[in-house]
C-alpha cells in the first residue's frame, strides 16, 4: 500500500516523464521514415536519371533488383515492382517545390496510395496535405480516396458558412469546409430505415463518421436537450468543430429537404447561442442532413435567411467518382471559360 500511495504522490512527475518518452519515440519513427522516404527518392532519381540518359535499359533494373536481393536478402521493398515505384515517385514529385517537401512526412504505404489513386496534381497536394493534417492510417486514407472525397470537397460550397471564415490560411489547405454531399455507407442500413435507425447507426459508426465529416469535430451528444420556456426539444446529434471554434447542430432526415427544416434549425441554433455557446466561440452553425435535396428548392429556402445553416445530401453506398470527376471538369472548363 505504501508504494501506491509514492506512485500517487508522484504521479504528475511520472507522466511527464512517460510524455518525454513518447515524444522521443514519435520523433525517432519521424526520423526514420524521413530518412527510409529519402532513400525511395534517391534509388528512383538515380534510376530515372540513368533510363531518360539510356544508359539502362529495363533488364538492368531485374538485374539491380536481383543484386539488392544477394547483398541484403531480408530488404524488402527492392523488388522490379517496387523500383519503379520508386522511378515514378521521383518524377511525379520532383518538379513540384510545394509538394515534394511534404511527402517525407507521410509513410511509404499512404504515399503510394496517393500516388495509384490520383489524377492531377492538384489532387495529390490536397490529399498528401490532408493526410498530414489528419494523420491518417492506411485505412483512412483509402476509405478518402475511395470515397471521392476530393471531388466532394472541391464540389461543395460549405466556405459560405459565416462560421467557416473565422481562419485558415492558405498554410491550412485543405482547410475547414462543411460538404454538400456526404457518404454513409459505412452505416450498413436496409432499404427501409427510420431517423432513428440512422441516428443510432452513426452512434455506432462515429469514428467513421467523424472521418467522414472531419477530425476537428468532437461528438458532445444526440438527442441533445434544450429547454426552452417549459418545453424540452432534441437536437438529434451535437458536435463542436476545434477549428471553426463553434457548436455544431445536425437534423438527421431519411427524405427529401423540406422548406420547414430550416425555421426549425434556427430555433435550435438560437437556443444554442443563447444558452451553450461561450464567450470566445462563433455561433452555432447547422448541418440538415437530408437523403436528397432540389438545389432550387434549397436555394429559395435559404434566400431570405442569414442564418448560419447548410443542406447537406448523404448518400448510403459509395458515389461513382467518374460522375463527380466529369462534373468538377465541366465546373473548370466553365470557370476557365469565364476568365477569357
Known amino acids: 500500500m505504501s508504494n501506491l500511495v509514492k506512485i500517487d504522490e508522484y504521479y504528475d512527475d511520472f507522466s511527464k516523464i512517460i510524455e518525454m518518452i ?9 526520423k526514420v521514415n524521413e530518412e527510409l522516404i529519402a532513400l525511395y527518392w534517391d534509388v ?13 535499359g529495363n533488364k538492368v533494373v531485374d538485374n539491380l533488383a536481383m543484386f539488392i536481393k ?13 523500383i ?38 492538384e489532387e495529390r497536394e490536397f490529399y498528401v496535405k490532408m493526410a498530414i493534417k489528419n494523420n491518417y492510417s492506411k485505412a483512412e486514407l483509402d476509405r478518402q480516396l475511395s470515397s471521392a472525397y476530393y471531388e466532394r470537397y472541391m464540389l461543395s460550397n460549405g466556405k459560405a458558412l459565416p462560421s467557416t471564415t473565422k481562419t485558415i490560411d492558405e498554410d491550412d489547405y485543405p482547410n475547414t469546409k462543411l460538404l454538400d454531399l456526404y457518404s454513409l455507407e459505412f452505416l450498413d442500413l436496409p432499404n427501409e430505415y427510420s431517423e432513428v435507425d440512422l441516428r443510432k447507426a452513426i452512434i455506432n459508426n462515429l469514428k ?27 437536437i438529434d446529434l451535437l458536435f463542436y468543430n476545434r477549428d471553426l471554434s463553434c457548436l455544431v447542430a445536425f437534423e438527421l432526415k431519411v427524405g427529401k429537404f423540406k422548406p420547414e427544416y430550416v425555421s426549425k434549425m434556427d ?11 461561450k464567450n470566445n466561440e462563433n455561433p452555432s452553425v447547422g448541418i440538415i442532413l437530408c437523403a436528397d435535396k432540389d438545389e432550387k428548392v434549397v436555394e429559395y429556402a435559404m434566400s431570405r435567411t442569414m442564418s448560419p445553416t447548410m443542406v447537406a445530401e448523404y448518400k448510403l453506398k459509395l458515389i461513382d467518382k467518374k460522375l463527380l470527376e466529369n462534373k468538377l471538369k465541366e ?10
Open 331 to 340: 465546373i473548370s472548363i466553365m470557370v476557365e471559360g469565364t476568365k477569357k
Open 22 to 30: 513518447e515524444a522521443r519515440r514519435n520523433n525517432a519513427y519521424r
Open 267 to 277: 430555433f435550435y441554433l438560437e437556443a444554442l447561442d443563447r444558452q451553450e455557446k
Open 70 to 82: 544477394d547483398k541484403y536478402p531480408t530488404l524488402k521493398g527492392f523488388s522490379r515492382p517496387g
Open 208 to 234: 467513421n463518421f467523424i472521418l467522414e465529416i472531419g477530425k476537428s469535430f468532437t461528438f458532445v451528444g444526440e438527442e441533445y436537450r434544450v429547454q426552452v420556456g417549459n418545453e424540452d426539444f432534441f
Open 44 to 56: 528512383g532519381s538515380f534510376v530515372s536519371e540513368q533510363i531518360e540518359s539510356n544508359k539502362w
Open 84 to 121: 519503379y515505384r520508386m522511378k515514378q515517385f521521383y518524377e511525379t514529385y520532383r518538379d513540384d517545390e510545394i509538394v515534394s517537401p511534404l511527402v517525407r512526412q507521410l509513410s511509404w504505404t499512404n504515399n503510394l496510395l496517393i500516388l495509384s489513386g490520383t489524377k492531377t496534381r
